[in-house]
């Protein structure tokens, strides 16, 4: 069980093929205690912005699967977002950095369905999507629809070479406040009104790779 927070992070571009995962939430607070069995949505708002549980069993360094709406108040999307337990790059626990693949992949599986993905990475955490939004890497809704209503859903990552999937993560769609939590986050990334002009705020941009 662990005390997750997520942090404010800056819109993020990514290079290869220009496109843009945007964090635009102006921050995360503590959600509390975070475990396997549950969904914890963000607290103290009508209009969460994230939900985010602990895997049931991984061989990654891997702390916590995140469902976040991201974007500015007009546009958003939803992205799986995958936390590292030790500010390092997503990799197999028994894996060092030399051994790392310059060309990762991965797939999400859930129940008998399996979706090719995209798989980025920034910083302490990657991004998992199956879609692109216009330029921001996204969850299609047949992939939401299939996390609504699975039971278990299997992350897969071909990490270290040579080519094989090395590495996986397995989170429970039907622990406590998993369907209400995604079910949730899917009405945050429904269009929003126009906002003012001149009300919103350019943050900086980093630099990740990208890989399919």
Known sequence: ?????????????????????????????????LDSHHWALEAGTADPGYA?????????????VVLGCEGDGRHRVLQLQLYTSDQRPLRPLRADASSLRDDPKAEVAIDDQVFPVTLAFADNYAVVADAEDGAVLSLSNRLLSAMQRGGTMTLRFDLVAPASFDAEAVVDLRSTGAQEAIGALRRCSEARPRPEVGAGVVSPTVTPSVTH
């Open 1 to 33: 069980m662990i005390a997750f927070c997520r942090r404010f992070r800056p819109p993020i571009v990514l290079a290869p093929m220009a496109l843009v995962f945007a964090a635009s939430t102006a921050g995360w607070a503590a959600s509390g205690d």
């Open 52 to 64: 985010a549980t602990e895997p049931v069993s991984t061989n990654l360094n891997l702390d916590a």
